[in-house]
């Protein structure tokens, strides 16, 4: 099994900052990739950044030039930077993980969520 864990979040003015933190562990044999997905209420989940294993980024255009995903020394762990927060911004953060447990078994793991409100 995999656990993911996040923290980070919470209430912001616009125009402010704020750092998400995802951390992975358990029966980890290779990571694919981890990255930050956001639902809002009344919206679908929606992906907002993602890095693989060799280090390769995405991110959603509503967020592009305002957040900044980065892994942590241990490949396990990743950042979201986000700067320049909008109401618009506010959600319910999750991070996902995804990989292998062994040579063949995969996972797709998600954490609990991080709620970052964004005040206007």
């Known amino acids: 099994q995999v656990q993911v864990v996040e923290s980070g979040g919470g209430l912001v003015q616009a125009g402010g900052s704020l750092s998400l933190s995802c951390t992975a562990s358990?029966?980890?044999?290779?990571?694919?990739?981890m990255g930050w997905y956001r639902q809002a209420p009344g919206n679908q989940r929606e992906a907002v950044a993602d890095v693989n294993s060799g280090g390769s980024t995405n991110y959603a255009d509503s967020v592009k030039g305002r957040f900044t995903i980065s892994r942590g020394d241990a490949q396990n762990t990743v950042y979201l930077q986000m700067n320049n927060l909008k109401p618009e911004d506010t959600a319910l953060y999750y991070c996902n993980a995804r990989g292998y447990t062994n040579l063949v078994d995969v996972f797709d793991s998600w954490g609990q969520g991080t709620q970052v409100t964004v005040s206007s």
């Open positions: 358990g029966s980890i044999f290779r990571l694919i990739a």
